[in-house]
């Protein structure tokens, strides 16, 4: 008997264009990579030149009639449109393709329900398919229905949710109960972190710019680093020693994407707030990009949705090693830039100077007599800080160096 889940299934994408010049083309560039993330492979694709998607049917009667006979014709198993549709909208287009309709939200949730590898993720990522399905449960009782797995059968998919839309609910309050105790751990890691005096930074970036290879480079974490969209979900902190013996602590995050769906930022936003609470954030942009703008517009709206504000930014322009000839690279919103590439350490030696003056600016410069008695301050600069010299006297010891300033009051 042949496997239905190892049939690769082939995809037709569904896009709107609402003006001339607008971003629809790399858009759509973009949810065929997330197609292959999610294992299917893209056969065709239809856009329609219109001021606004249909209410009824997303694309005009015209334009999902062509798109039917495409999927005829080429033996599609499914369609996939580049925008969150309504429950009517997955109806209404399901009765004319005659195939599955699958939203660019479904599809992203999908592929984080299939790489949340830790508890946290797991719940995080069931959370937000439950509250998608429980708005579009009318619209994807059809699909969920049919025989078989397949992308948008994932997760609780594959418990018939559609049968009851109270059991939904009940899941999602459990579901939440679980979240709040596992944040609750999230924040006591998170005071524990605080208490070792070690400044922290999160990495941040749109989703494929090369995060998990900068914290394997800086760290040796062993995160899982892959050319595909959306390869690491669950966040992973490490310990960066910089050449001065200043140390640091790494957290990379989740990636950003256009049109990130709200369900995944709400229900991922203890994770996310990790760029909240942390003392700096390394931003990395994949310098060889050709949409990196937008997708440097997307990381800092995201970040303003989170709350997350004054902080100090430091853009890390990566991927330099593809990039031919000279090019600009700017950003107006960071406080430093750097230009680099992950995967060959090109710039990381400017890179790590340029974080250790930003760290020791932070720092309060400490030359001091302590007493024998006093010995134990010492310590506590050796512990936290960066002690440059140390030399006993008849009268004490000498101590020069650097201290958190939070530490400052008690190496007094």
């Known amino acids: 008997m042949t496997d239905l889940n190892e049939i690769q299934e082939k995809m037709i994408l569904i896009g709107i264009s609402t003006s001339d010049g607008d971003d629809t083309k790399r858009s759509m560039e973009e949810l065929s990579e997330l197609v292959r993330t999610a294992g299917a492979e893209t056969v065709g694709c239809v856009i329609q030149n219109r001021e606004s998607m249909h209410p009824a049917t997303y694309l005009g009667k015209g334009k999902l009639e062509e798109a039917a006979e495409l999927v005829r014709e080429l033996k599609a198993t499914g369609v996939v449109c580049d925008d969150e549709l309504s ?21 992203i949730l999908d592929i984080f329900a299939a790489r949340a590898a830790t508890r946290e993720g797991k719940i995080q990522v069931e ?31 594959e418990k018939k949710l559609e049968t009851d839309r109270r059991l939904i609910h009940e899941r999602i309050g459990r579901l939440k109960g679980e979240l709040e105790e596992v944040k609750r751990n999230r924040e006591l890691a998170r005071k524990q972190r605080s208490q070792s005096f070690l400044p922290t930074a999160a990495i941040v970036g749109y989703t494929n710019a090369g995060k998990s290879t900068l914290l394997n480079a800086l760290t040796d974490a062993g995160a899982v680093q892959e050319d595909m969209l959306f390869a690491t979900l669950d966040p992973l902190t490490r310990k960066c020693s910089l050449p001065d013996g200043q ?27 990790e760029a909240k609470y942390a003392d700096l954030i390394l931003h990395v942009v994949d310098a060889s990009n050709p949409d990196m703008d937008m997708q440097m517009y997307v990381v800092y709206d995201t970040l303003r949705r989170l709350n997350v504000v004054d902080k100090t930014v430091i853009t890390l322009f990566n991927k330099t090693d593809r990039i031919e000839g000279s090019c600009i690279l700017k950003d107006f919103k960071a406080d430093r830039t750097f230009q680099i590439s992950a995967k060959t350490g090109a710039g990381f030696e400017e890179m790590k100077e340029g ?45 020069t160096g650097y201290v958190p300033a939070e530490l400052y009051s008690q190496v007094l």
């Not at 020791?360 to 960066?386: C, H, M, P, T, W």
């Open 355 to 399: 974080l250790q003056e930003l760290l020791r600016s932070r720092n309060v410069y400490l030359d001091r007599l302590y007493s024998y008695s006093e010995a134990g301050k010492v310590q506590l600069i050796r512990k936290f800080g960066q002690l440059k010299s140390e030399e006993y006297t008849p009268e004490g010891i000498a101590v």
């Open 247 to 273: 140390e640091l602590l790494l957290t990379d995050t989740v990636g950003f994407i256009r049109k990130l769906p709200h369900h995944l930022v709400e229900a991922f936003r203890s994770t996310l707030e």
């Open 87 to 107: 429950p009517a909208q997955l109806r209404n287009m399901e009765e004319v393709l005659g195939s599955k309709v699958i939203d660019r939200t479904l599809l």
């Open 127 to 157: 959370l937000a398919q439950l509250r998608y399905r429980a708005t579009h449960l009318v619209g994807l009782r059809n699909s969920l229905s049919r025989l078989g797995g397949g992308i948008g059968t994932r997760g609780p998919g």
